[in-house]
């Protein structure tokens, strides 16, 4: 009989082992399971997929502070060229000095309230003007945080009987913000003014 429950109890401790070594495989596994579905989210939100002209391009998400550089200076484009290339089209103006609006603070609204308040947008209009923006160089001082920047453009004005070549100097600030469709960059610029914009020639059509 002692033999019997010795037996039984022998039987009882491997089957406690091979349960608790069932139960500790399971949970490796288990364990193995969320680490390998957590990587490969992490790697598929790496990984972009873009849809050009029926061909599919992998792309690569990165850090935004590793292209600070390229998304500010695009930034800074797409404003300069919404507020400095304009044709004689009201709709059209107004289109893009409301989008403009978006990219800057209230020191872009006080430059183009002043030019609505010199007739700077009817007279462009009345004489049939259009005018374009070529950026020459961009300055961005990515140690600082308030990113401050300076522009360098030409700006041509083209009227029916002559072309007038401008130079531009612009500067101000960037602050980092979440990015919007409106500000797909997420930037927005503060404190700017205009350093120069003085006449370099004019030649006759």
Same mark, same amino acid.
């Given at each position: 009989?002692? &033999? #019997?429950?010795?037996?039984?109890?022998?039987?009882?401790?491997?089957? +406690?082992?091979?349960? @608790?070594?069932?139960?500790?495989?399971?949970?490796?596994?288990?364990?193995?399971?969320?680490?390998?579905?957590?990587?490969?989210?992490?790697?598929?939100? %790496?990984?972009? $997929? @873009?849809? &050009?002209?029926?061909?599919?391009?992998?792309?690569?998400?990165? =850090?935004?502070?590793?292209?600070?550089?390229?998304?500010? +200076?695009?930034?800074?484009? %797409?404003?300069?060229?919404?507020?400095?290339? @304009?044709? !004689?089209?009201?709709?059209?103006?107004?289109?893009?000095?409301?989008?403009?609006?978006?990219?800057?603070?209230?020191?872009? #609204?006080?430059?183009?309230?002043?030019?609505?308040?010199?007739?700077?947008?009817? +007279?462009?209009?009345?004489?049939?003007?259009?005018? /374009?923006? $070529?950026?020459?160089?961009?300055?961005?001082?990515?140690?600082?945080?308030?990113? !401050?920047?300076?522009?360098?453009?030409?700006?041509?004005?083209?009227?029916? &009987?002559?072309?007038?070549?401008?130079?531009?100097?612009?500067?101000? *600030?960037?602050? =980092?913000?979440? /990015?919007? =469709?409106?500000? =797909?960059?997420?930037?927005?610029?503060? *404190?700017?003014?205009?350093?120069?914009?003085?006449?370099? $020639?004019? #030649?006759?059509?």
């Amino acid at each position: 009989m002692l &033999s #019997k429950l010795k037996q039984l109890d022998s039987a009882f401790v491997h089957l +406690k082992f091979w349960t @608790l070594v069932l139960v500790a495989c399971c949970l490796g596994s288990s364990a193995l399971v969320v680490w390998f579905s957590f990587n490969a989210v992490l790697k598929s939100k %790496q990984e972009v $997929y @873009l849809i &050009s002209q029926d061909h599919v391009l992998k792309a690569f998400a990165n =850090p935004r502070d590793a292209l600070i550089s390229v998304e500010a +200076k695009s930034h800074l484009k %797409q404003f300069h060229q919404l507020l400095f290339t @304009l044709s !004689p089209d009201e709709q059209l103006i107004e289109s893009q000095l409301a989008e403009s609006l978006y990219l800057g603070d209230h020191s872009v #609204k006080f430059h183009l309230d002043n030019l609505r308040e010199t007739g700077y947008f009817k +007279k462009l209009l009345a004489a049939n003007v259009s005018q /374009r923006v $070529y950026l020459d160089s961009i300055q961005l001082d990515e140690s600082r945080s308030d990113y !401050p920047f300076r522009v360098y453009a030409k700006q041509e004005i083209i009227r029916s &009987s002559s072309i007038l070549l401008r130079s531009l100097i612009t500067a101000g *600030n960037l602050r =980092p913000i979440q /990015r919007t =469709p409106a500000n =797909p960059h997420g930037f927005l610029i503060e *404190n700017w003014e205009i350093l120069e914009n003085k006449d370099l $020639y004019q #030649k006759a059509r």
